[in-house]
């Protein structure tokens, strides 16, 4: 499934009992609960001694993504542009690669 395709699935989760404003607060809200999640497993796995369960991290990460992705949907934003638009940032950021003198120097 490519991105454009799981953005439009992915909005038959959406809670049309709820106002816009009261989803869009709901996606914001979800993707800071579920990245408390990931960071959650991340914290145990490198200061408690804890194996990382990368199948519980990819889900985690799936929960981020759908709250991002729904969130997008709210506001109609396009995930791929998005996603894209961003690469390019990077890409005019740092062509080589990253390099800590061009993230302390960049404009």
Do not use: A
């Amino acid at each position: 499934m490519n991105l454009r395709e799981y953005q439009e699935k992915s909005k038959r989760t959406l809670n049309n009992n709820l106002t816009k404003y009261e989803q869009i607060d709901n996606m914001v809200y979800g993707i800071f609960g579920e990245s408390g999640e990931v960071v959650d497993l991340l914290k145990k796995s490198r200061f408690q001694g804890h194996v990382l369960d990368k199948d519980k991290l990819k889900e985690e990460i799936g929960d981020v993504m759908f709250y991002i992705t729904n969130l997008c949907n709210l506001l109609g934003l396009d995930l791929e542009e998005i996603i894209e638009g961003n690469y390019n940032k990077l890409l005019r950021r740092y062509p080589e690669g990253f390099s800590s003198e061009r993230s302390i120097n960049r404009e």
